[in-house]
Structures are given as structure tokens and as C-alpha cells.
């Protein structure tokens, strides 16, 4: 059974830091791209970056550029999501998911359960 699960959302000051973990199992890790998304309250699902671990490049979007940085340990079948800066417009249930191919992004198939993170100002 292929399982995803997020952690390591809470609140945070703006300005602030948190990192995510995804955390995968029932597949072959490295051969499949993990993304990150999110949803606010009211608004739809926003794809904010991926890293492939078949090949190691990653997409930011321009939303997060510069400020999240995705990484991946094959070892611990675990991907992290550091985001730094944070804004009050950053809070949202963030979601990790998979794919084994990259062409269907934002749509990956498989869906983690997601973790809120709450960013105060």
C-alpha cells in the first residue's frame, strides 16, 4: 500500500522557519517525484515545487522561489520541504504527493493527508 505522510506543520511567527517531512513507503522511492502543495482556507490547491528522485532536478514555482528549498534522503525514503520566511499568506494545509512521472504534474497520483502550518503576524 503506497503511504505518504506529512509532518512538522505548526504555527510560526512571519518571519519564521519550519521544515516539512514526507515521509514515503510502499513504493520504489527513488523512482518517483515528490511535490509539495498547498491549500488555504477558500482557495484551491496551489503546486508549489517538486524534486524527482530519479534524476534530482527540482521545479519551484514563483511563489516560493528563494525562499523554499526542497531535499531528498534516500536513505530515510523521506523528502523535506525548508521553508524560510515565512508570510501570513503562507498558511495553508501543505501536502506532499507522487508520481512516478513528472508529466503529470500538478496532478500526482498519490496524496498524503497533509499538515497545517499557520503563519502568525
Known amino acids: 500500500e503506497v503511504q505518504l505522510v506529512e509532518s512538522g506543520g505548526g504555527l510560526v511567527q512571519a518571519g519564521g522557519s519550519l521544515r516539512l517531512s514526507c515521509s514515503g513507503s510502499?513504493?520504489?522511492?527513488?523512482?518517483?517525484?515528490i511535490g509539495w502543495f498547498r491549500q488555504a482556507p477558500g482557495k484551491g490547491r496551489e503546486g508549489l515545487l517538486y524534486?524527482?528522485?530519479?534524476?534530482?532536478?527540482?521545479y519551484y514555482s514563483d511563489s516560493v522561489k528563494g525562499r523554499f528549498t526542497v531535499s531528498s534522503d534516500h536513505a530515510k525514503n523521506t523528502v523535506y520541504l525548508q521553508m524560510n520566511s515565512l508570510k501570513p499568506e503562507d498558511t495553508a494545509v501543505y501536502y506532499c504527493?507522487?508520481?512516478?512521472?513528472?508529466?503529470?504534474?500538478?496532478?500526482?497520483?498519490?496524496w498524503g493527508q497533509g499538515t497545517q502550518v499557520t503563519v502568525s503576524s
Open positions: 504527493a507522487a508520481d512516478k512521472n513528472r508529466s503529470r504534474w500538478p496532478f500526482f497520483i498519490f
Open positions: 510502499g513504493f520504489p522511492f527513488e523512482s518517483v517525484v
Open positions: 524534486i524527482s528522485n530519479i534524476d534530482g532536478s527540482t
